[in-house]
């Protein structure tokens, strides 16, 4: 689940990582939760759809123009922020996720 989101797993972090599955009329729905983002599976009337949501952004870095104490402006990864000067970044991100889900989900072997 973190390998999607593109976070690598830390021991000294400890995050949890939950994985639910829930059967629904339109049909089948699986969430891959981390703290407070996660990747939705939904399989609404034969259609496979994969959304990614991203509640706290600070968890990933954004390429941001800061001005240092002497003046000098460079170029830093930073925290990346709620708000629309990084949405960019954020829909990035979250494509990536995506991405890798769906590849991931198409090396799976087929079983039935």
């Not at 123009?65 to 830093?76: I, K």
Request: hydrophobic residues 40%.
């Amino acid at each position: 689940m973190l390998g999607f989101l593109g976070r690598k797993r830390i021991p000294a972090l400890a995050q949890e990582v939950v994985t639910d599955g829930m059967r629904r009329l339109e049909g089948w729905r699986v969430k891959h939760r981390t703290g407070q983002n996660w990747i939705k599976m939904c399989d609404n009337f034969s259609v496979l759809r994969i959304e990614t949501v991203i509640y706290n952004p600070s968890e990933f870095r954004t390429l941001r123009v800061v001005t240092t104490t002497t003046g000098r402006r460079e170029r830093r990864w930073c925290k990346m922020r709620n708000g629309v000067a990084d949405l960019w970044r954020t829909f990035q991100v979250g494509a990536a996720a995506d991405h890798r889900y769906l590849d991931a989900m198409a090396a799976a072997p087929l079983k039935g």
